[in-house]
Each structure stands twice: as C-alpha cells, then as structure tokens.
C-alpha cells in the first residue's frame, strides 16, 4: 500500500466519519441508542437536515485549507486566513462559534492569528488539521509543529488545542509510512498525556456525549480507535457516543484511514459520500502529497 493511496483513504476517513457522525450529533448515546439502535450509515438527517453523504465545517473547511496550502505551496496563516473568511463568506451550513468569532476578528484586524486564549481550546483547528500532515510529510519535527500552529492559530490559539493538533498530526503522517496503532500508542498518545494528564483515555470510563472542548474529543476518538481493529468499527464507536459526533467521526476517520487503508472503507460509505466532496478529497489528497515529496526533494 502506498503513502498516496494512505493519505486518501485518510481523507475519504475524514468526510465519511463527518457524514456518519452529522446524522446523530448533539444526540446523547441513549438517544441514538432509542431512535437508530446502532448508527451505521450515511442517511443524513441530523439537526442541519443534511442529505444522505453530505459533509458539514469539518470537511469542508479542510478542503479550503488544502486549498490555500496548494495555492501557496506551503501552509501559510495568512492564506489559510483568507480561505477560511471565504469560505464563511460562502454560508457554510455550519460553524462554531470560536472559528465565526476568531475569522470575523481577523476581518476587523488583518492579523492571522487571534489572542492567545484558555478559553478557544475548541476542537475546530483539529478537525481540519490532515491537509497540514499531508502537505508537510517528511519535513522536520519542528517545521510541522510550526505549521500546525499557522492554521490553528487563526481560530484556536491555545496550549492544549495546539498539543492535540500536533499529536494528531504526527500519527497521521506516521501511520502513512505505515507504522502500526502500538507505534501510534507509545510514541504519540502516551507521551501526549505525560505532558498534559488532561488527556488521560485510559483508566476511566467510555468518553459518552463529548462536547467540543478538545480534551473530550480528543479522549473520546483514541478510546474507540484504540480499542477496535477496523475502520468500520472505529467509525461507529466513535459517533454513537453521540455529542460532537461529527467532529468525533472526522478525526477518528482520518486516523483510521491512515492507519488501515483505502480498502477498509466499506464500499457503501465511499458510495454514499457526496460525489463531489469524494472526488475532491481524493484529488486534495494527492496533490498534497505530491508538494511534500516535491518539498523533500528542494529541502
């Protein structure tokens, strides 16, 4: 299996745990548990109303981000910025509330990164972090925590959203050169915790309705990729915990992507995503990893 047809199934992972976790987010698990029995499909729904594949922020903002990182050939704040405003510009159908409060801050002030804040530790700079792994693949340890923090910083400048971006970041690009999840485990969960216990996932109980605050994603996603051994199974644990479960679902999904390949999609997912988000996502994939390997080779 190659990096590129990883780094795709990474990205398929990301709309599709979007679009799965859509239908039943802000629900509780007993709520899903009463309406769907278990939620395993892509229908749509939701409290947006979507249409069956349709994708919500989370893909749609990693796609202007890549977008911006192409344009540029490189992550740039500014540029991801200027995407980002764009594409709120645009009506997304939907938004949280730090990224409208941080974008129209940067409209009033021109500067791509907001104030530093405890209070921004949101999970919005990490759901749309995979088109920073991709395009930075190869690249030192400290030239990718710089460009994790570019596209973070203009929405969440916090310590602990720029610790789970980073942690993310690098077992993405990790399971890309096909390292397995206890490599992913003891050299990327682990140590994360060391350094911030807020992060702990082991040892309590199953992270249920996870909001948006960063720690409780970030629990919540490595307690069910951890703890299965499929894509498909990565995918429903995470999102029949109900809460952010869109949010859940993407990161979970370009996790498990990475990790277990482009075959390990069901065929009924990839099928069902909306064609043209699917046909974007695996043309941004690509190219992504065409300007690392091109980078690598300039470096």
Not at 103 to 116: K, S, V
Not at 142 to 171: G, I, K, P, Y
Not at 275 to 295: N, T, W
Request: hydrophobic share 45%.
């Amino acid at each position: 299996m190659t990096t590129t047809d990883r780094s795709i199934a990474a990205y398929l992972g990301l709309a599709i745990g979007d679009a799965l976790g859509a239908t039943v987010e802000f629900m509780t698990p007993r709520e899903i548990a009463a309406q769907y029995g278990v939620h395993d499909a892509l229908i749509g729904g939701g409290w947006l109303h979507l249409k069956p594949g349709q994708v919500t922020d989370d893909t749609t903002m990693s796609l202007a981000l890549g977008h911006s990182i192409l344009s540029c050939g490189r992550v740039d704040a500014l540029a991801a910025a200027l995407a980002f405003d764009a594409w709120m510009r645009a009506k997304p159908v939907d938004i949280g509330n730090t990224v409208r409060r941080n974008l129209m801050l940067f409209r009033r002030t021109g500067n791509p990164a907001a104030p530093c804040s405890v209070h921004d530790a949101g999970n919005g700079a990490l759901m749309r972090i995979l088109p920073v792994a991709l395009a930075t693949l190869g690249q030192s340890h400290e030239a990718v925590r710089t460009a994790c923090r570019a596209q973070a910083h203009v929405t969440h400048n916090s310590e602990l959203s720029d610790a789970a971006c980073e942690c993310v970041v690098f077992m993405v690009q990790d399971a890309l050169r096909g390292q397995d999840k206890n490599h992913l485990l003891h050299y990327h969960a682990h140590p994360l915790v060391a350094r911030h216990p807020e992060f702990r996932f082991r040892g309590i109980k199953p992270v249920g309705n996870p909001g948006g605050y960063v720690v409780d994603t970030l629990q919540a996603v490595f307690q069910a990729f951890f703890d299965t051994d499929d894509f498909k199974s990565c995918l429903i644990d995470v999102v029949n915990r109900g809460g952010d479960a869109d949010t859940t679902g993407a990161i979970a999904g370009m996790l498990a992507g990475a990790l277990y390949g482009p075959d390990a999609i069901p065929c009924e997912w990839r099928h069902t995503l909306n064609a043209d988000v699917r046909h974007s996502c695996e043309a941004q994939a690509v190219a992504l990893i065409q300007l690392a390997d091109e980078s690598a080779k300039t470096a």
